[in-house]
């Protein structure tokens, strides 16, 4: 391994391959026993080991290659970690704006409702491409969680989130042209 690292501070880049090899499954298992999005998982172990190789020159070789990627992983995950954080109480906030301006439109909607808008709300839900559609059912008609629906899909709750976002714009979309 020594002799790997060396060849890479010599300027062979090309043997960083190496490193990514030896030390990837390991990386990639200790960023999957935290966070449930394959695709974060992949993401954040492709930023560990840019970090490593752009610090590359300031790894002590006689100290464990394994730990001190586990450190840049932990690091990367805990940055994910707050922003992921950060944009979730911004979406929540934005999704409490959103209901407070559209709950007298619901409730004038409601009082004068002859029935026909529910059957347009179902039509537009049901044109919805089917990832929107499963979600919008799952949050809306049977009731579940935002982090119920993002563990059963294999997805963050902020993703969820910004489904349900997106699937509400095209419903409001579409009831706007049923009108």
């Given at each position: 391994m020594k002799e790997l690292l060396q060849n890479v501070l010599d300027g062979d880049t090309d043997a960083f391959r190496g490193v990514v090899v030896a030390f990837g499954p390991a990386?990639?298992?200790?960023?999957?026993?935290?966070?449930?999005?394959?695709?974060?998982?992949?993401?954040?172990?492709?930023e560990t080991f840019i970090a490593a190789y752009e610090s590359l020159e300031r790894f002590?070789?006689?100290?464990?290659?394994?730990?001190?990627?586990?450190?840049?992983?932990?690091?990367?995950?805990?940055?994910?970690?707050?922003?992921?954080?950060?944009?979730?109480?911004?979406?929540e906030r934005l999704k409490l704006q959103v209901l407070h301006g559209l709950l007298p439109a619901l409730r004038h909607a409601t009082a004068t409702d002859d029935g026909s808008t529910i059957e347009r709300l179902r039509e537009c839900v049901a044109k919805l491409p089917e990832q929107l559609r499963r979600v919008v059912t799952a949050r809306y008609f049977d009731r579940a969680k935002v982090q119920d629906i993002a563990e059963r899909l294999g997805k963050s709750a902020t993703a969820v989130s910004s489904l349900l976002f997106r699937a509400r714009k095209d419903v409001q979309l579409c009831m706007e042209k049923a009108e």
């Open positions: 990386v990639r298992a200790y960023l999957a026993g935290r966070l449930p999005d394959p695709h974060t998982v992949d993401d954040l172990a492709q002590d070789p006689s100290t464990d290659m394994g730990l001190w990627l586990r450190g840049i992983a932990r690091n990367k995950l805990n940055m994910h970690l707050r922003r992921t954080y950060r944009r979730g109480n911004a979406l």
